[in-house]
């Protein structure tokens, strides 16, 4: 039975429009058109989005618009930036964009105008980070801090992490910035062995402040703390706390003055303008911070107000939709062609899949087509040395995304123009490759050639910006937040919520006491799972 989607006539012109497309050439569709790589583009906030490379046609992408128009795709973007309850399996409105409001904005959920509570917020994280950058702030011993430690998993830990590496030309060279996120003590002991516990500072970062591997690192943060220091008294100095949950923060024995909140309108994945951002903040200051802001909400406000042809979210969102549903590709690419941007992919990887990761529609109905496509990727070149490979001339489609700036924050030689010239080399190679009569005209012999043909056709976005900065660095993460929102508002299926990470918790802690019993416990799983677990038990040490 075909689903409201499938059945929707913008759905179905889309379905025979891809007939014709899907036969056509890139090389074919701009020798006809030579103004199409001026024509399909857009720029906003500091960025310019090349469409031109990819599988399109202007009437691609007006059956696109016309498919997120009757999708309502502007009455649901109205609803999550009015604070409408959008996350319905959650019964929560999605309000991230309100992180990053004006002072002067009003934004009310539930009869309150949270926009007070997230500048009070904001105050409160600049007033600390300056005491702790500035040596005001002072550990147990009365030495200032010198280390600061986030302790925190998924997005409390991604957002910060990728933006400590995109951001770090812009921090505060004297402080060194530490990520603990895994449960497996690696991560731990890795990171504190050649720290003073005297001058380290842990952010413990938490959105439930019940998250196991964030608890756990947490208390042997603690441990490791006090046994150095010699007094429990020292963890008001050394610890503080980024969550929603104040009452589960003052039983680990943080003072709640030093936690700095947020609430359950941030998604863990949106959330890296909200206080779990503290370590962004102390690394880069206030006023970059709120330059950071800036860009996500020029952005936010693009999106709400730009046309969707126009409009860079929409037409990335609608861009996504178009591979995974119509020509099934199953991944799409981020290549950043700059080594700030390193965790950038990372980054993506639990936005868009943790967002867009699921297989009902929003009333609980199985999907019949294609959602959330794998995000993956790895800063250039090191990629064209690696994976390239298979994108060229591999049996995959996989659309790209090449990230990159017009300007270095290192200039060097001449290694950026040679970083650049890769830059545009690749999608060029992709988008036209290289037929088998080129490679024969070149002397090639007859039975080399098919292995040196590169059949091309293959899509790509280029977005380029005149430089990495605080505020471009905020429009492209909501240029990606939005174009998440916009797949996920087409596909019909709650970008916001995370079921999907349950089922593993539970097992896992159903398991764990099984480990470390001293007799051997029943076991009650199935045969694989059982003498898996028996293994372990016999040669654990
Ligand atoms: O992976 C599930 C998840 O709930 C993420 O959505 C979230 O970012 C992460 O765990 C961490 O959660 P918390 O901030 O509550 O520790």
């Given at each position: 039975m075909a689903s409201p989607l499938t059945a929707r006539p913008e759905w179905q012109a889309l379905t025979e429009h891809y007939q014709t497309i899907s036969t056509r050439h890139l090389r074919e569709l701009f020798a006809t058109d030579p103004q199409r790589g001026e024509r399909l583009t857009a720029e906003a906030v500091g960025l310019f989005l090349d469409y031109s490379k990819h599988r399109v046609t202007d009437e691609t992408i007006r059956l696109l618009v016309a498919l997120a128009e009757s999708c309502g795709l502007a009455e649901r973007i109205a609803a999550m930036f009015q604070g409408e309850k959008i996350n319905v399996t959650e019964g929560r409105a999605v309000l991230h964009t309100a992180l990053r409001a004006p002072r002067s904005a009003q934004i009310v959920v539930g009869g309150h105008d949270v926009v007070p509570d997230v500048h009070a917020v904001l105050d409160q994280m600049a007033d600390f980070s300056q005491r702790v950058r500035f040596g005001a702030w002072r550990g147990h011993t009365g030495q200032p801090i010198r280390t600061v430690v986030n302790i925190g998993i998924g997005g409390s830990d991604l957002g910060p992490v990728m933006a400590y590496q995109a951001l770090r030309h812009y921090s505060q060279r004297n402080l060194t910035f530490r990520f603990i996120s895994n449960i497996d003590a690696t991560d731990f002991v890795e990171n504190v062995r050649d720290l003073d516990p005297a001058t380290t500072l842990f952010i413990v970062a938490s959105k439930t402040f019940t998250t196991l591997e964030t608890m756990t690192n947490a208390h042997s943060a603690r441990t490791w703390l006090i046994a150095a220091?010699?007094?429990?008294?020292a963890v008001s100095k050394h610890f503080v706390a980024v969550s929603t949950n104040a009452e589960a923060v003052a039983a680990f024995g943080i003072d709640t003055a030093n936690m700095f909140g947020f609430w359950d309108w941030v998604g863990g994945r949106y959330s890296m303008t909200s206080a779990i951002g503290l370590s962004t903040m102390l690394a880069l200051g206030p006023d970059n911070f709120h330059a950071l802001l800036g860009g996500f909400r020029a952005m936010d406000e693009h999106f709400r107000t730009a046309p969707f042809a126009q409009n860079l979210p929409v037409l990335m969102g609608l861009l996504n939709v178009w591979y995974s549903s119509f020509f099934g590709a199953e991944t799409v690419a981020v290549l950043p062609y700059d080594q700030y941007l390193s965790r950038f992919p990372a980054y993506l990887q639990q936005l868009t899949m943790e967002s867009n990761g699921k297989r009902v529609t929003l009333d609980g109905q199985p999907v019949n087509y294609q959602t959330g496509a794998i995000f993956w990727g790895e800063p250039g070149t090191n990629g064209q040395h690696s994976f390239y490979q298979l994108i060229h001339q591999g049996t995959k489609l996989i659309p790209c995304d090449f990230i990159g700036f017009c300007q270095s924050l290192n200039p060097l030689g001449s290694h950026h123009d040679l970083l650049m010239a890769n830059f545009f080399a690749q999608s060029e190679a992709m988008a036209f490759g290289k037929t088998a009569a080129e490679v024969a005209a070149q002397g090639t012999p007859d039975w080399l050639v098919p292995h040196r043909t590169f059949p091309g056709n293959l899509p790509s976005s280029t977005i380029l910006a005149d430089r990495l900065t605080p505020a471009v660095l905020g429009a492209l993460v909501a240029l990606y937040e939005h174009s998440v929102f916009t797949q996920g508002v087409i596909w019909d299926i709650?970008?916001?919520?995370?079921?999907?990470?349950?089922l593993g918790k539970v097992l896992a802690g159903r398991i764990a006491p099984e480990l470390n019993a001293e007799a051997d416990p029943e076991l009650n799983h199935d045969s694989s799972t059982n003498a898996l677990i028996r293994r372990y038990r016999a040669c654990r040490a």
């Open positions: 220091l010699g007094d429990a008294a709650g970008s916001f919520d995370q079921w999907g990470v349950e």
